[in-house]
């Protein structure tokens, strides 16, 4: 059960790896689209607490793209077996 586990992550990283392919011009231009839509390097913090939640969850979408981009297989299987 586990290595299936460990293979679904691995594939899946894989996927993330092909679809956003740091060689490719069109992969650049939407994660640094998605990286200023999604705060990824600003706060997120608002005074409104629906759009601070808002802003939290575009970021979070934005975190996990770059997790499977830049994590190993070892690295992800470690955050995502924690969270159980």
Known sequence: MI???REFLWQRRNAY?????????DAK???????SFCRAHD???HTDE???ALLE???EVF???QRHLN???EELWLLYSRKG
């Open 57 to 59: 969850g575009r970021r």
């Open 3 to 5: 290595e299936k586990l």
């Open 43 to 45: 706060t997120t913090f």
């Open 17 to 25: 790896c092909r679809l956003f392919n740091i060689e490719s011009r």
């Open 50 to 52: 629906r759009t601070h």
């Open 63 to 65: 975190l996990r793209i």
């Open 29 to 35: 231009l939407v994660l640094t689209d998605l990286a």
């Open 71 to 73: 994590l190993t297989e």
